[in-house]
Nanobody, 127 residues
Framework: QVQLVESGGGLVQTGGSLRLSCAASGGTFSRSYQGWFRQAPGKTRQFVAAISWSGANAGYADSVKGRFTISRDNAKKTVYLQINSLKPDDTAVYYC????????????????????WGQGTQVTVSS
C-alpha cells in the first residue's frame, strides 16, 4: 500500500510562492495518476490539479490556472505543486492523493477517483 507525505507548506505573503512536495513510499506510485486538493476551514475539499502517470497530461481548477503547476518525478516517487502569485483565498490545507496503478493518461478532478491520501500541509497566505 502506497503512503504519501506532503511537505513545503507555510506562511507567505500575498504574491509569494511555495513549492509543495508529496513523497510516496511503497505501492505503485510511478504507474498511478496523482492529484492535489485543498480544503479551507468550513469548506469542502476542492480539486486543485492532477497529473497523469507519465506526466504527459495535467489539469487544473480554473481558480489556479496560470498560477499553479503540477509536476512529477517518478524516479524520486514525488509529485510537486509549484504555487505562485498566492492570494489569501489560497489559504487551505493541501492534500496530495494517488489513484489506482493502471497507467492512466487521464487526469481526474473527482476526489472519489483517488484511493490514498496524504495527511496534508498547511498553506497560509497573509494579506
Amino acid at each position: 500500500q502506497v503512503q504519501l507525505v506532503e511537505s513545503g507548506g507555510g506562511l507567505v505573503q500575498t504574491g509569494g510562492s511555495l513549492r509543495l512536495s508529496c513523497a510516496a513510499s511503497g505501492g505503485t506510485f510511478s504507474r498511478s495518476y496523482q492529484g492535489w486538493f485543498r480544503q479551507a476551514p468550513g469548506k469542502t475539499r476542492q480539486f486543485v490539479a492532477a497529473i497523469s502517470w507519465s506526466g504527459a497530461n495535467a489539469g487544473y481548477a480554473d481558480s489556479v490556472k496560470g498560477r499553479f503547476t503540477i509536476s512529477r518525478d517518478n524516479a524520486k516517487k514525488t509529485v510537486y505543486l509549484q504555487i505562485n502569485s498566492l492570494k489569501p483565498d489560497d489559504t487551505a490545507v493541501y492534500y496530495c492523493a494517488t489513484g489506482p496503478a493502471y497507467y492512466s493518461e487521464t487526469v481526474y478532478s473527482n476526489p472519489n477517483e483517488y484511493h490514498v491520501w496524504g495527511q496534508g500541509t498547511q498553506v497560509t497566505v497573509s494579506s
